[in-house]
């Protein structure tokens, strides 16, 4: 292992810089982007609200090499204190983790390691409470003390059957129920019960645990949305619309108005809500497939659940009948279902969760199960 203290961690700012690390990341993870539209996704996603705060590093050595690079997104979350009847919530500092790269040239040499120790020591300088990561290197960063939780994932064919839901609108009645089709960035009021209605059980327990967490928002939902829209803009449309993408905004406004326009779906009985579905497009080399964002209900109302992920495959047999891309698969963490209700198959998640805390005493407590990560779900994927 080479000396650490010959080595600079750059924390970069000049977007030339920053590009140059995508250009190398885009190797792997351009999918069936170009890399130069890579980048430039790359660039729009750290741009949304989600994305912001961010930092990229660059490890370089005494020869002014570049080596590696990471990206790091900061992020709010809060810590819960619950016991004796009492429960105590406090503002947590949170960093995402990812894009860690080595540079062809550089590899199996350590370097790797080296800018983790870095940034993890930069992280700590921050006074950053906990960070996560999903890792596609296996336990690769346990040797950084992330210890992993890791959450399988279920998945099953797209098929096409008979058709429950008979053309695209907004609403659908059957019976007692009601199906309401949520458009892109239309997800703030489905967050907000969500929100309302973890916190009520988090704060519920009394078994003298602690319990750290990540604030889910709809500025997270939103850039799992952007990420598909974006993909579908540059990979399949024939005609693309003039888009400032250093403006948000504007990035927004003109996306409302391009395929794919349907995200989520909501299910009432006898006008009660009583939950919801969210989901994401990926479109890859191989097939197309649909992952479930986060499948919810409220108190009482569990075994919806099942349904809606069958309303959920309605809807997409029906899109499959009305596009050429067609989705093959259904994807889901199995933290929001169990497979006996979702009746597909449990395959090993290429994302292994992880998390660390930067408190002493607090990651002891993580390792022996006295502190547990909340909200382990897709929507804390990075």
Not at 5 to 18: A, G, M, R, S, Y
Request: charged residues 25%; negative net charge; contains cysteine.
């Amino acid at each position: 292992m080479p000396e650490s203290n010959k080595f600079t961690l750059l924390e970069l700012q000049d977007q030339d810089k920053i590009d140059y690390t995508r250009s190398h990341c885009s190797q792997t993870w351009k999918g069936i982007l170009s890399s130069k539209d890579f980048i430039l996704r790359e660039y729009v996603l750290s741009n949304s609200e989600m994305g912001r705060p961010y930092a990229a590093f660059m490890l370089i050595n005494v020869a002014n090499e570049r080596l590696c690079s990471c990206e790091v997104v900061f992020r709010e979350g809060h810590r819960i204190e619950n016991g004796n009847g009492k429960t105590s919530t406090t503002a947590a500092k949170v960093a995402s983790v990812g894009a860690v790269f080595t540079y062809t040239e550089h590899r199996r040499k350590g370097y790797a390691k080296i800018m983790l120790n870095k940034v993890i020591e930069k992280l700590h300088d921050m006074n950053i409470d906990f960070s996560i990561l999903h890792s596609e290197v296996g336990e690769y960063y346990s040797n950084f003390d992330y210890v992993s939780f890791h959450v399988p994932v279920l998945q099953k064919s797209v098929t096409h059957k008979p058709q429950t839901l008979k053309d695209i609108r907004d609403e659908y009645k059957f019976n007692n129920e009601t199906l309401k089709l949520v458009s892109y960035h239309e997800f703030k009021p489905l967050i907000d019960i969500y929100n309302k209605y973890t916190t009520e059980r988090i704060e519920s327990y009394n078994d003298n645990k602690t319990r750290v967490t990540i604030d889910i928002n709809e500025h997270i939902v939103d850039w799992f949305h952007l990420r598909s829209k974006y993909v579908h803009y540059q990979a399949f449309n024939e005609e693309k619309p003039d888009i400032d993408f250093s403006d948000p905004k504007h990035t927004v406004e003109v996306f409302k108005n391009l395929k794919p326009e349907k995200f989520g779906m909501t299910l009432e009985i006898d006008g009660q809500f009583v939950g919801y579905v969210i989901w994401t497009y990926d479109w890859v080399e191989s097939h197309n497939y649909v992952t479930v964002l986060s499948l919810f209900t409220i108190p009482g109302y569990e075994d919806q659940k099942a349904k809606m992920i069958t309303y959920l495959e309605d809807y997409l047999s029906l899109l499959n009948s009305q596009t050429a891309q067609k989705f093959t698969q259904l994807k889901v963490w199995g933290s929001e279902i169990s497979n006996e209700m979702f009746k597909g198959e449990e395959i090993v998640n290429s994302s292994l969760s992880a998390i660390r805390m930067f408190n002493e005493e607090d990651q002891k407590k993580l390792i022996s199960g006295e502190l547990v990560w909340e909200n382990n779900n897709k929507l804390s994927w990075y």
